[in-house]
């Protein structure tokens, strides 16, 4: 095996930060290979071009060279000798969707099993799947499958005596629950299913329930019925957590007493109250630790609180209002901010430097941390508190007379039309193609990614969820100021979606932005000759952002409002050509084209490149395309999204090209008919191929 492929191909597995990547780790996994492969040949080929290839890998990637080198020579004398490890673990968290996702739980297990494989049996598993559907497959829609896959490939291997899987937090998988819980329940009914053992832990959850208490493999532990276990746990870690801080404190015997005394008769059994209760007392000194102690009230909501209330209390008025804008922010974001991005959503004051923000931070650690430079909720406890705090005292989302979105929106625009201009990164050449933009190029405008993906998203909550009356204005004032942005710097916009790795979401926000302005008025024709632009242009824009500039506003039909708004923007040479007057009037009867290419690696040519198209069909809720080529040596069938034209799926388990298609009138199942005389049906959702119905010759 290619030693970079490797690399790449286990990284993707750690793209969430739930299992971090320890680069020693890494290359020991191609390490082994590399000896196990140079073994097997005669001794003058030991020093293959292979293990060379993987040296300057080394020397060009790891600043740590000399001792990684000493470290992998001692642990791969080591690593032989350990004992399989087979349990692995995985902690869902519902307030960052790194580790929220069903496809993030399979990655993390998958990671660490092939750590622990010493026979490096697994890592080949995951290569037939990374080889057969592209480099793309562990973060695409299709994911979640295609680890599927890979593991009951495991499930079947008998390198593994047992099984031990781990999953706390299961009611916090928020994407993805209903398939994690379908694959769990199709593992432990697999021939030799015996070996395998999930230990899997949620609040009440009925849905969860209902899907796992049917099953016989199913052992149910409440911790309520259990209530004395419980119990001993939280008293060993009430003792842990004074102990440590007795260390550092120097308690006496009598202090360390009360304070036991206290959290056991608070707790209720919450391990995070104990956990943020001793956070409070880190900060006082040992005299004031029982009155501290005492002033902190049982249960999670009320010591949330009085944790609000006491934000208020001990700081100045201007930290007050900053702690205010940072928990405002964080709770309405649809994902976690990196520091950086914080400046511009929260609204914090432009000289504040990212180790000011982590101070200021600090000030609220009842509710956030900083990991890696991004700010999180402690729990997602916090995150439903501070939900349903929109009128406490702290007045966390600003006067109740205002829409919390409106400021949001406002600062991601005004920060957008400071920094955002032609050519952005400076690429230069027109014809620059984004599959040769690399990470460096984009650092500097990193901080406007959240801005630039989820300012629509604030767009559309203003003046939801707010009294009768209260919001309309905020809402006709941000729609003039989104029409004054578009005008301005629509293509701006454009080009930075395209540079961050979301054109095909373009037409997405788009159609977004079309349903917050009124049927008819001037934004709304200005909105729907965006949608068409996007649609006509997406191909070329999507592998050369610079194009937006010139060919797509070029060849905008003559009536089109961009194609008169950014006139100005096409390079001179194509102004003294001339030739717009040979431009069709307006926008024809074609709407969107669909390529495959958009999907696909770039260095890879798709079958519909050579060939036409066999069948289609189109569901029933307009949400998806299917097609198939009319090609002998292809038998796929593609699943498009109809609204932004970007695959999907990919279907294959025919042997014959594929002549008809049709999706269910629920459009959660496709029909498809093919020359190798067989009937299929699919899930649309799972990509599994659920029924055959064979013919004969």
Avoid at 279 to 285: D, F, G, I, T
Wanted: charged residues 25%; aromatic residues 10%; contains cysteine.
């Amino acid at each position: 095996m290619n030693p970079a492929t490797i690399v790449t191909m286990v990284k993707s597995l750690c793209a969430s930060r739930a299992s971090k990547i320890d680069s020693i780790s890494i290359t020991e996994i191609v390490l082994r290979l590399l000896v196990r492969a140079s073994n097997s040949r005669a001794p003058d080929e030991a020093v293959n071009s292979e293990s060379y290839e993987f040296l300057q890998y080394l020397d060009a990637t790891d600043p740590r060279n000399d001792k990684a080198r000493e470290s992998l020579e001692r642990r791969s004398s080591e690593f032989h000798q350990r004992l399989v490890n087979s349990v692995t673990y995985f902690f869902c968290q519902a307030t960052d969707n790194r580790w929220n996702s069903a496809a993030a739980v399979l990655k993390c297990i998958l990671y660490h099993l092939i750590l622990s494989d010493k026979d490096d049996i697994l890592v080949r598993y995951l290569k037939e799947e990374y080889d057969k559907s592209g480099p793309d497959c562990l973060s695409g829609p299709n994911a979640f499958y295609v680890l599927q896959r890979v593991f009951f490939k495991i499930f079947h291997d008998q390198i593994f005596e047992e099984l031990y899987f781990l999953v706390d937090a299961l009611d916090e998988c928020t994407d993805g629950l209903t398939e994690l819980l379908n694959f769990v329940s199709r593992s432990m009914m697999l021939l030799g299913s015996s070996k395998i053992k999930w230990f899997l832990t949620s609040r009440n959850r009925p849905d969860i329930e209902e899907r796992l208490d049917s099953k016989d493999f199913l052992r149910r532990i409440s911790l309520e019925e259990n209530n004395t276990q419980i119990t001993a746990a939280v008293n060993d870690y009430i003792n842990e957590k004074i102990t440590h801080l007795s260390k550092a404190k120097r308690y006496s015997a009598e202090v360390f007493d009360q304070i036991q005394k206290i959290l056991q008769e608070r707790a209720e059994n919450t391990f995070l109250w104990i956990h943020l209760a001793c956070k409070e007392l880190a900060r006082v000194k040992a005299s004031q630790a029982i009155l501290t102690l005492q002033k902190i009230p049982s249960g999670l909501q009320e010591f949330y609180q009085e944790m609000l209330n006491n934000i208020e209390r001990t700081n100045t008025e201007e930290d007050t209002e900053l702690c205010r804008q940072l928990l405002s922010a964080v709770t309405l974001a649809v994902r976690p901010l990196s520091l950086s991005e914080m400046t511009i959503i929260a609204g914090l004051p432009p000289e504040m430097n990212e180790y000011d923000m982590e101070v200021q931070v600090k000030q609220c650690d009842s509710f956030l941390i900083v990991q890696e430079k991004t700010v999180l909720f402690v729990h997602q406890s916090a995150k439903d508190f501070l939900d349903g705090n929109s009128s406490g005292k702290l007045g966390l989302f600003g006067p109740p007379t205002r829409s919390p979105h409106y400021s949001i929106v406002k600062r991601c625009l005004t920060r957008l039309s400071e920094e955002l201009r032609t050519d952005i990164c400076d690429l230069k050449m027109p014809g620059f193609h984004i599959k040769n933009l690399i990470p460096e190029q984009i650092l500097h405008i990193n901080h406007l990614k959240y801005a630039c993906y989820h300012w629509v998203y604030h767009l559309t909550g203003v003046g939801v969820g707010v009294g009768v009356g209260v919001g309309v204005g905020d809402r006709k004032e941000a729609q003039v100021y989104v029409s004054g942005f578009l005008r301005k710097h629509l293509l701006h916009w454009m080009e930075a979606l395209v540079l961050f790795g979301a054109s095909s979401q373009i037409i997405l926000l788009v159609t977004a932005l079309e349903r917050t302005v009124l049927e008819d008025t001037e934004d709304s024709r200005f909105l729907y000759d965006i949608r068409r632009f996007v649609q006509y242009r997406q191909a070329i824009i999507a592998e050369n952002p610079l194009q937006i500039y010139s060919s797509a506003v070029l060849f905008s039909p003559q009536e089109s409002i961009i194609a008169k708004l950014f006139s100005d923007s096409l390079p001179e040479w194509i102004i003294a050509v001339g030739g717009r007057e040979n431009i069709y009037k307006d926008w024809g009867p074609l709407i969107q084209t669909f390529r495959t290419r958009l999907l696909v690696n770039h260095d890879q040519v798709s079958d519909f490149d050579h060939c036409g198209i066999k069948s289609i069909a189109i569901s029933a809720d307009g949400k998806y395309l299917a097609s198939s080529p009319a090609s002998n040596n292809s038998s796929s069938i593609t699943i498009w999204d109809f609204t932004s034209g970007i695959i999907l799926k990919k279907l294959e388990s025919h042997s014959g090209t594929v002549r008809a298609l049709a999706f269910s009138a629920s459009t959660a199942k496709l029909a498809s008919a093919s020359d190798d005389t067989s009937t299929r049906t699919w899930n649309i959702l799972s990509g599994e191929n659920q029924l055959l119905f064979q013919g004969r010759d």
